[in-house]
């Protein structure tokens, strides 16, 4: 299973950039879409899953052409949109049911599918009530679900821990993980930490371009002898951040503690190097300019 991405464009009205000259390829496993916002990562994901055309460059899936031929992704897409609609009179069981025609899916299985997919979700217990009841946590993993109804092959999902609790969060990583063995997986965040502990590929986005793709220790190791920390009067806040790049502080009553990324440690032994993270790595490169 294979999605190469070649030279996508997008152009929308009015001259604005969704996506330039994007290129990659997609293997099996989780690939986590990371990006601040207006990178181009839901243009992207739009386009994947054959919503939106792009304006220039093509998208093969195990070598079908699938901006000339949609339907070669649709019949083995799972999709959860970032403005996922729902029909608040429908309780979930029967949205699921009702979202199962509209995909073509029908059969005997289907019941038990959907009661597989309720409990993978913990909405056992409510899906009989209408969805217009629902928390948006519940209404996310109503979207969660549907998005796997047809065991997909290629599974897109557009900002999916929206409105999670940490609970349900670890329940879709679990979730999401089982999936991934026998499919292509990709999900994006603009936040770090969602995408950190399930991605076995991270790709960063900016601008609409690639910036870095690799696994989240190759893109952190990039980091290794740049991450610092350090403590600093509250006067020199505004100078420290015109010369660095913070990436985390915590005031205290009479300091400030920071987390901050330098070329050289200065040798002073008020700074000590740290181990980074993702998240260093990410802020370096998507504040830098290209
Ligand atoms: N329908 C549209 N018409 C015009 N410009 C658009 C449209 N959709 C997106 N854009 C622009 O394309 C760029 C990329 O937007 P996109 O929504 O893909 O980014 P994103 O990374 O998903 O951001 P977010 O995290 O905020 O959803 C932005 O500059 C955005 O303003």
Known sequence: MELEIKNLTKQYNKGK???????????????????????GKSTLLKIIASISKPTGGTIFVNGENIIKNPNAIRKILGYLPQDFGVYPNLNAYEFLTYMAALKGIGGHGLKKRIEILLDGVNLTADAKRPIGS?????KQRVGIAQALLNDPKVLIFDEPTVGLDPEERVRFRQLISEM????????????????????????????????????PAAITKKMEGKVFETSIPHAELDGFRSKHLVTDMSKQPDHINLRYISDTSHGNANIKGVNPGLEDAYLYLTQKQY
């Open 17 to 39: 950039i969704g996506l330039a000259d994007f290129s990659v390829s997609i293997g099996k496993g989780i690939l986590g879409l990371l990006g601040p916002n207006g990178a």
């Open 134 to 138: 629902y928390s948006g946590g519940m």
């Open 180 to 215: 991934a063995n026998n499919a292509i997986v990709i999900l994006s965040s603009h936040i770090v930490s969602d995408i950190e502990t399930i991605a076995d590929e991270v790709a960063i986005m900016k601008n609409g371009m690639l910036i870095d793709k690799g696994s």
